[in-house]
């Protein structure tokens, strides 16, 4: 049994349930866990894990790719069984506990995690548990809906929990591209030089010897919860394929653009979607998470190939995509979260990039991460990765939020995650900015007329007019710079 | 005559006075000079180019590599000939004119500005000004004792004057290493492993017909203005390299650490001076800018390699170490600042990034332009390219600035260049703090006990404490975030 999934025979009898596998996890400990925007984490050990805390407290050190899906989070937090966690997470229960000091998070740039473990900066990871299609002959694992931190942990992690989940289909074998860079300061050039690129191996080379425990699950990834486009997130799809067409006009691109990366969530989602009724074709993607948009592109006859870190799609979209995931198997790759969102990769192919904002200032500083600048939302996840070091940095969001009451165009960003040296195009469902070349003089109006509400356009003119009074590079009156989220707090509302 | 310096005996009648190269520019272009922290500036045109404004007025778009000597930033910004300036300065007449509104200024990270202008995103440049050593029998230009952005210049300008400087030594020739990475989507890694690397031409390649004039000069570069160590920079290269002891005896470094970054200015200086004092050794640096203390680690026997954009010495550095060069030019590169600050060559090599703070907040966010929000200091330079991407990105600044009246540590940043996720260790004269692996949370206590004067520290804490009250991942008081700065403007003093 399982002998197609565990191909060396000396490994199947390390199969245990999932509490026992996760006996191995102690009090204390730093544990690397695989999952990335919930594709492909390890679901059953934790949930073990959880249910033990809840008889006999216990703490540790969380590492992911990125969030997970199934709950976990939620369920990990609310057994308190996060002392500390990071890189990245987007889960309401966790996030409480965050807010409320009560899990220390650190919020990191996506690509740098492994770095700092593999040079000891973080870590030790003494477990690692993570979700596979497959265990190969030679002990190889193969990863099943992302890759994430996934091959650093196994490497790095003094004993591995490997999770094999039979509704993960072995289709994903071959998908995988695991490439870890060598040790600096003699580290040779990650050898990617176009979203195609294959460079490693299709299975994280691991000492089967590390392998503790096997968990046999079957329990499928969360879908994502990504809603539909609407007419605001179509307007902002609109007007940067807009943009687009004309940077192609001025011969700064071509109709292929150049590679594309969008961000998470809904509006990214919608922006990559809205790229079907472009006349840009041949497209190819170097992105982190692929979502139902990247499949809707392939459909569209508009995608050449995508390079991500996970397959994260709705519950209509798995049902389509997935018994047919040989069409597409050939124009994917998935690769570490280090690799796809590294920044010596993402400057060499010069990726176009496409996020999202919670706010933006009228200078052009954007916030991802804190509402309020400082109540954390997510986490700034790859988006300072691709961003810094794109091609294009482009950063959209809605004009406001909860109904109007928020404007996501503020005096001054109650938090700055990219600064405004790594910003060039800011999008709403108004119009967009291009802040190329602009001084912060020179950005302001154009971000209050083409960006802002009509709502608070006035207001923010009124705040630059008088700050454009007092001097400064970058004018400001410090007194009232954050008085909107200050009335925000005091009455629920920036009007 | 000159037929040592200008090769080419084609040229040798393209040799005029500068006022007439001058004449090449014309009222809205686009100029290219070179120029980086003071060293290797195009010297003559520009003064031509002032005195002709003074008579009939004219503006144009002047990028460089970084800052110039010679005072010419000021004669420019005083003759109004600065309409819009890029990507970088340190000039108090010109910043007073960039603080007025004056003068259009685009702070750039200077790794960007050439991928800007090679994608016509920035430009076209109509005319490039370079200071040269000598051209060479094809038409290549070998450049003084600065880069920057000279290659790109040229490469793209239509026209190029090119000011032969007879004050610089013809021993510079051979010291450059010019690599202009190829287009993209499709280009290649870039081959640099190690600083030593040799991976271009020693002069900048271009079609000769396009020099369009040449001017004879020998104005020496500007000293820089580097203050000698005092006991606070001594206090702060104390700290430094104790926490360095640290990390080799953890196993973490060697003794040969990893190779080093150090930004401009007295502070930082001043901190590679002290390693002249530790147990390191065999060092090597990749930087900017290599000032006075490059030199003295030469000459301490610590240093074995520096490649850098520019070299930038006092008077009495200058007076030592031009007469014996032959000394140290095996050991040096000077690259194009695309390729010194590049983030995939930074992150490869794993650099020890130093640069200084103005300020930093509670949470690690660090300003390095803006004094009190608003006020242009100098421009983020090449600290972003470098601390977003070192393998150890230290901040140092000394705790209190005019006399004590400005806290340099405050509750928020008033203006974010780098935040938390970018920020390793903080460092001023009364101690260091490590931040890495740790929550906003846990960073503030650290940051207030290590890092903050005295003077200031119950009133951070008390801050702190309140925030706290509040909640939040990142708790701020938010109606009192910028007080500090309010309370500079309106009494003259933070206290
Ligand atoms: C910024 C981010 C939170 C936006 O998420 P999204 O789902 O695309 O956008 P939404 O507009 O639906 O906003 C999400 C929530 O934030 C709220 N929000 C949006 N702007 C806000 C603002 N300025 N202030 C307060 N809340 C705001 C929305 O109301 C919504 O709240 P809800 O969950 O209660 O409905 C998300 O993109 C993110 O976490 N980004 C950082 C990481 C990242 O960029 N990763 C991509 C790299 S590949
Ligand atoms: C931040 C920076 C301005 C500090 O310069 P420095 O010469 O090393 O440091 P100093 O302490 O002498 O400070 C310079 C001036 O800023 C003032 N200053 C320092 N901290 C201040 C603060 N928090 N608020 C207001 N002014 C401050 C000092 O008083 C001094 O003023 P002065 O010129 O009137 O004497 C400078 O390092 C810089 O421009 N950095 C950004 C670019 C960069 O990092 N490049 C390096 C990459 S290679």
Request: net charge negative.
């Amino acid at each position: 049994m399982y002998g197609d999934r565990v191909r060396n025979p000396a490994l199947l009898d390390r199969i245990v349930c999932a509490d026992d596998a996760a006996m191995l996890i102690r009090d204390g400990m730093t544990v690397g866990m695989s999952g990335f925007t919930r594709a492909g984490e390890a679901k059953a050990v934790p949930m073990a894990l959880a249910a033990r805390a809840r008889q006999s407290p216990l703490s540790i050190t969380l590492i992911t790719g990125a969030s997970l899906g199934n709950d976990l989070d939620k369920t990990l937090a609310e057994a308190h069984v996060l002392a500390r966690r990071l890189p990245f997470q987007s889960d309401p229960a966790l996030r409480k506990a965050i807010n409320a000091g009560e899990v220390m998070f650190v919020d990191q740039h996506l690509s740098e995690t492994v770095e700092l473990l593999r040079t000891r900066q973080l870590g030790p990871i003494d477990v690692a548990v993570i979700e596979a299609v497959a265990i190969t002959e030679q002990g190889g694992i193969v990863p099943t809906t992302s890759v994430g931190n996934s091959a650093t942990f196994s490497i790095l992690a003094e004993k591995v929990i490997i999770e094999i989940n039979l509704s993960q289909s072995d289709m994903l074998e071959g998908l995988h591209d695991i490439y870890i860079p060598t040790h600096r300061p003699t580290r040779m050039p990650i050898p990617v030089v176009a979203p195609e690129s294959r460079v490693g191996l299709p299975f994280i080379p691991i000492d089967p010897d590390k392998i503790a425990a096997i968990v046999i699950t079957e329990k499928l990834d969360s879908s994502s919860t990504i809603l539909p486009p609407d007419d605001e997130t179509r307007a902002i799809a609109g007007h940067l394929s807009e943009f687009l067409e004309h940077e192609v006009k001025a011969g700064r691109l071509t109709n292929s653009l150049q590679p594309l990366q969008a961000g998470i969530g809904t509006i990214a989602n919608a922006v990559l979607h809205g790229l079907i009724e472009t006349p840009f074709h041949n497209l190819k993607m170097y992105s982190e998470v692929l979502q139902d948009s990247t499949f809707d592109l392939f459909d569209a006859g508009k995608l050449d190939f995508a390079s991500g870190s996970s397959i994260t799609l709705s519950a209509e979209k798995y049902r389509s995509v997935m018994p047919d995931f040989a069409r597409y198997k050939s124009r994917l790759i998935l690769r570490p979260q280090e690799i796809s969102n590294h920044p010596e990769v993402v400057r060499r192919l010069g990726i176009i990039c496409i996020n999202t904002a919670l706010e933006f200032d009228l200078y052009g500083n954007v916030n991802s991460t804190h509402v309020a600048g400082t109540q954390m939302m997510n986490g700034i996840g790859g988006s300072g990765d691709f961003a810094r070091n794109g091609y294009l940095s482009i950063f959209v969001t809605k004009a406001t939020a909860k109904d109007g009451r928020i404007s996501s165009v503020v005096p001054m960003a109650s938090h700055v995650d990219h600064n405004e040296h790594d910003v060039d195009i800011l999008v709403t469902e108004f119009g967009l900015a291009d802040l190329r070349g602009l001084a912060p003089r020179e950005r302001a109006p154009l971000i209050i007329a083409n960006c802002a509400h009509p709502d608070y356009r006035d207001e923010l003119a009124d705040y630059f007019r008088r700050a454009v009074a007092r001097g400064g590079h970058t004018p400001h009156v410090l007194e009232e710079a954050l008085s909107w989220h200050v009335r925000l707090k005091e009455t629920g509302s920036m009007r």
